[in-house]
Each structure stands twice: as C-alpha cells, then as structure tokens.
C-alpha cells in the first residue's frame, strides 16, 4: 500500500513537469527558462520527497515495473536541462517525449487510483 500511494504521488508531479518542460521547449526563445523551471521544480520536489519519504520499502515484485518507469522519465527530464541550455531543442524535446511516455506507461501499469 505505501509504496504504490507514494509512487502515484511522484508519478502525477513528473508527469505534469514533463509535460510542461515539453510545452515550454516549443519555442528557442522559451527553452533556456524552461530549462531553469525544469531544475529548479525538480530541486523542489527532490528536496520534499527526501523529507517526505526518508526510507521506504523496497518495492514490491508488482510494483518494480512501475518504478522503473518512473525512474527512466526522472533521468529523461534530467537531459531535458543541460540539452535546453545548450540550444539542443531537438534532443531536449525528444527527452521530454520519453519522459511523458514513461510516466504515462507507469501510469498505466500501477491503475488509476492508488490504494488508500
């Protein structure tokens, strides 16, 4: 139960963050700043998930698949920022697409709501 509930809590934020940096790297003029949210909400959101969730088990045989994609979307938001930085637009967008695959299949595979 408290792995598949915080799983879903990480899930919906990079989910939303990865579709953000996505929308905000259609533009070169917008992909630096995009880039700078990018980390900077991650940094947030690193830094509350380490206070949240100091230790947890580890996760369960049906969970693994779930985590694993959660887990590749995390790295492919983190080329989103040096990619961006660098005028890299069509990796950086490419990042952002793999990033939002990867949480929508780990969506996918935990179900829709998470257990309570």
Excluded at 85 to 97: D, E
Excluded at 98 to 110: D, K, S
Aim: proline content about 9%; glycine content about 8%; aromatic content about 6%.
């Amino acid at each position: 139960g408290g792995w598949r509930r915080e799983l879903h809590t990480a899930l919906r934020a990079e989910w939303v963050l990865a579709l953000a940096a996505y929308i905000g790297l259609a533009y070169p003029r917008s992909a630096p700043y995009t880039a700078g949210a990018v980390a900077g909400v991650a940094v947030l959101l690193g830094a509350y998930g380490w206070t949240r969730w100091p230790t947890l088990p580890r996760p369960e045989r049906a969970d693994r698949l779930p985590t694993a994609l959660v887990a590749a979307a995390a790295v492919a938001l983190t080329a989103v920022i040096p990619t961006a930085m660098l005028g890299a637009l069509p990796a950086a967008r490419v990042a952002a697409i793999v990033a939002v695959t990867c949480a929508t299949a780990a969506a996918l595979t935990l179900g829709r709501h998470p257990p309570r």
